[in-house]
């Protein structure tokens, strides 16, 4: 018998023969993820397991055999971390889906990977109780991709990313072992933080198959509003004024006017077809505090030139102002072939100046690029809009985000905020890291996974 039907025999004698994929239209699905443009690969075999047994049989066996395995939740992240590796086994963990208890007494809750970020807020929501973390595609994205990118989101500003709310973990290691990792202590400082070492390592430390995540109360009241701008350094600016009046919103995000007319095509919603710049402004806690905060952001939008400030009257309303920044890329994508989105971070001070060089940098190479993202936490998403098949328009495109990212790094930033590095950003990783930090993160991978079989190819260039 040879590899191509022995490995997935043993896989299926694990998971059952209907969650051991084998087809070709099987294998391409799994091929790919959200990002554009991607070299992809078909995985030899997609798995399904159900538990944690299940998935520590899986990397016993992938260990014994060499065999790479990719671990992979909805497929919605933009770097390439959950992209197949020649000859691999992708893991996926969507059957894994069940939230496991919700502790109202302790404010935490227990969930496995496969747990879409939406279906995990509104079931604590019902409860009076709120998990923050928020990212773009939270109506399909998994708890455990999240953890895996350390995921970001709307209200990442006031509230965190992904890793601020992980209390604790269980792991399978490389070698089919189990670990757990933190508990619901609020304090816990014995021995290494093994939680935060997992969050953010994109699936090449270890398998994530329960995540312990921390809960706070439900706010007692949102606001919401939109600021329009004729300039976008002016929106970036009023970001920079907010955070200096020592006010924190919830969410504080940009767009600029490319974003906010395809936003305008796509949704129709309405928007000012001829600004230059839009923000989305949330602010919440005690009803009686947020009147007073809203019109203290409003005065400082108006000493900036604001043409237009609409503050929502309920939370249909918000909601509809809220979707013109969550349908952004979206929009964007229709515009060309190829949308190419980035991640980069920078001080909030500094948003001024980074808007500003994406601005010249897009020109430089005569590329299309729009602007938008979560300016309040300083990270912003630079996107090229472009068309694959043009070898030297991509090219260009290529060389502006190079010049992007060297940017941020010269603003004290980082390459990326939320997205991880996965395939897309390895060559860039060393400038930020130094050789130091490179070759320290290079010891613990071969320590935890000597053989090289978690995503390999990933995170690292070798």
Known sequence: MDKIEYIPK???????????????????????DARAPAEDQLPLVVVLPSSTEEVSQILKFANQERIPVVARGSGTGLAGAAVPSAGCIVLS????????????????????????????ATAVEALGLFYPPDPGTMAISTIGGNVNTNAGGLRGLKYG??????SGLEVVLA????????????????????????????????????????????PEARRTATAFFKEIESAAQVVADIIAARIIPVTL?????????????????????????????????????????????TAICQKNAATHIEVAKDE??????????????????????????????????????????IREISHKYQVEMAIFGHAGDGNLHPTGMTDARDEEELGRVEKAFAEIYQAALEMGGT????????????????????????????????????NNILNPGKIFLT
């Open 10 to 32: 043993k896989l299926a004698e694990i998971v059952g023969e209907q969650n051991c994929l084998t087809s070709l239209e099987d294998r391409i699905v799994y091929a790919f």
């Open 93 to 120: 963990t969507t059957r894994m889906d069940r939230i496991l208890e919700i502790d109202t007494a302790n404010l935490t809750a227990l969930v496995e990977p496969g747990v879409r970020n939406g279906q995990l």
């Open 161 to 166: 990313v992904t890793g601020d709310f992980v």
């Open 175 to 218: 070698n089919g072992d189990i670990l757990h990792t933190g508990g619901k202590c609020k304090k816990d400082v014995a021995g290494y933080n093994l939680t935060s070492l997992f969050v953010g390592s994109e699936g090449t430390l270890g398998i994530v198959t329960q995540i312990l995540l921390r809960l706070l109360p439900l």
């Open 253 to 297: 995000e940009i767009l600029d006017d490319m974003s906010i007319q395809c936003v305008d095509d796509y949704a129709h919603l309405g928007l000012p077809r001829d600004a230059g710049a839009m923000l989305l402004i949330e602010v919440d806690g005690p009803a009686s505090q947020l009147d007073v905060e809203i019109a203290q952001i």
């Open 316 to 357: 249909a309303h918000a909601e509809r102002l809220k979707a013109a920044r969550r349908t952004t890329l979206a929009a964007l994508a229709r515009r060309r072939p190829t949308t190419i989105l980035e991640d980069v971070t920078v001080p909030r001070s500094r948003i001024p100046d980074m808007v500003k060089r």
């Open 415 to 450: 390459i990326t905020g939320e997205h991880g590095i996965g395939t897309k950003k390895r060559r860039f990783l060393p400038a930020l890291a130094g050789t130091v930090g490179m070759q320290t993160m290079m010891s613990i991978k071969k320590a935890l996974d000597p």
